[in-house]
């Protein structure tokens, strides 16, 4: 089973949070005018019990689940 390297707790899943950031125009006479897709993406998994980011790829964080490592 995989244990968190911080708190020590046994992992059975990890919380992920995924930021996007968006980039666009704004004006007075046209409002918002924002690009057809994202210019970013922040994900990272983290632990349950303690809250730390532990990964920021999905495949690691698989890799940890998977592996216990």
Request: with cysteine; proline share 3%.
């Amino acid at each position: 089973m995989a244990k968190c390297p911080k708190c020590g707790e046994d992992l059975i899943h990890l919380r992920y949070e995924n930021r996007r950031i968006e980039r666009g125009n704004f004006s007075a006479k046209e409002g918002y005018s924002a690009d057809d897709y994202p210019q970013n993406d922040s994900l990272v998994f983290k632990c349950t019990e303690c809250d730390e980011n532990l990964f920021f790829e999905e495949k690691k964080a698989f890799d940890f689940l998977e592996g216990g490592e």
